[in-house]
Nanobody, 125 residues
């Protein structure tokens, strides 16, 4: 399984950005977006259980972001609106193949993801 993110860049506060994650391989049950700022812990942003379409959003992005998954193309997206400087981070796409872990993830529990992308930088100024 490989995950490759794209769509990052620099944007002004209040603007919008859509991140994409191309996934190859099989056995994915849930996918998500995480972000990390140097010197800080990685933060869960949004999770989607691809089969159930159940989602989880961190409070910090709830109402401003939408996670979606296209089953046909196996693409994962994160649309972010009304971006704020505190959204600046490296954003990572991740996947988990365990159904029990995925169920926990969309309930908001902290779980380990089995596969990670290399990340894409988002800078909001």
């Amino acid at each position: 399984v490989q995950l490759v993110e794209s769509g990052g860049g620099s944007v002004q506060a209040g603007g919008s950005l859509t991140l994409s994650c191309a996934a190859s391989g099989y056995g994915r049950y849930c996918m998500g977006w995480f972000r990390q700022v140097p010197g800080k812990e990685r933060e869960r942003v949004a999770i989607i259980y691809t089969g159930h379409r159940t989602t989880y959003y961190a409070d910090s992005v709830k109402g401003r972001s939408t996670i979606s998954h296209d089953r046909a193309t196996r693409m994962l997206y994160l649309q972010m609106n009304n971006l704020k400087p505190e959204d600046t981070a490296t954003y990572y796409c991740a996947a988990q193949t365990s159904s029990s872990q995925c169920s926990a993830a969309v309930r908001g529990e902290s779980v380990s993801m089995s596969t990670w992308g290399r990340g894409t930088q988002v800078t909001v100024s």
